[in-house]
């Protein structure tokens, strides 16, 4: 069974600070996806990887995939107010069209 | 209207009520897709629709029963629902076998069952 898990659940952290999301999965997949969704919306799509050593960048998130590792991290830099949100990476199995959601990371960011 | 637009936004009702939600998408896609999004649960894909032909159902139980008329349109047909059944309805569709697979999703329906 494909499992998909994220580290931190929880985060709290100080404006201009850095720090990084951690996404594991369980079985080869070579799609990893981002979304990020805001309290009471829906989910909006930030990044896709499709290779190993993806690397994705939009503002102050970087994103990459290492496959032979099944991991992605999600990179924030010098955070603001705005970033505060819940994060979710997503994988695919190939061949399907069955995506696993990680639990989510939700991400507070302090003025 | 662009994306994908869910309808109601919120909906309310008894364990012995009937309802049916709503999901149209406005990007010529040809897979659509139903989740469940409880507090504290990851998102739970429940059923997906390939050129209106079902390809995956999630052992979803038969009181949630979807249709997909066109490839544009998809609805959940929803009935004597229990209260655990509460949460947020996310339709999202996508364009297969097209890489990137990215799935657009609408806004949601916040389900409350009394």
């Known amino acids: 069974e494909l499992k998909v898990e994220q580290n931190p659940l929880f985060l709290s952290m100080q404006e201009g600070k850095n720090y990084t999301i951690y996404c594991n999965y369980s079985?080869?997949?070579?799609?990893l996806y981002w979304y990020r969704q805001d309290p009471g919306k829906s989910l909006e799509s930030l990044f896709v990887l499709l290779s190993n050593g993806a690397v994705k960048q939009e503002g102050r998130l970087m994103a990459s995939l290492d496959t032979k590792a099944r991991l992605s991290t999600l990179h924030i830099t010098a955070a603001v107010h705005d970033l505060s949100a819940t994060y979710f990476c997503?994988?695919?199995?190939?061949?399907?069209?069955?995506?696993?959601f990680g639990t989510g990371t939700r991400l507070k960011v302090l003025a | 209207e662009t994306g994908v637009t869910q309808t109601p936004r919120h909906l309310v009702m008894g364990m012995t009520n009937k309802k049916s939600l709503k999901c149209e998408q406005h990007l010529g896609h040809n897979a659509m897709y139903w989740y469940k999004q409880s507090a504290k649960k990851p998102l739970e894909l429940m059923f997906v629709?390939?050129?209106?032909?079902?390809?995956e159902n999630n052992s979803v139980p038969s009181r949630f029963s979807p249709e997909c008329p066109n490839s544009s349109h998809l609805f959940l047909h929803l009935h004597t629902l229990q209260p655990e059944d509460s949460a947020l309805y996310l339709c999202?569709?996508?364009?297969?076998?097209?890489?990137?697979?990215?799935?657009?999703f609408g806004p949601g329906t916040r389900l409350t069952v009394t």
């Open positions: 079985t080869t997949s070579d799609r």
């Open positions: 997503a994988v695919d199995t190939s061949g399907t069209y069955k995506y696993i």
């Open positions: 629709y390939s050129l209106e032909e079902r390809v």
């Open positions: 999202a569709s996508s364009q297969q076998p097209n890489l990137p697979y990215e799935q657009y």
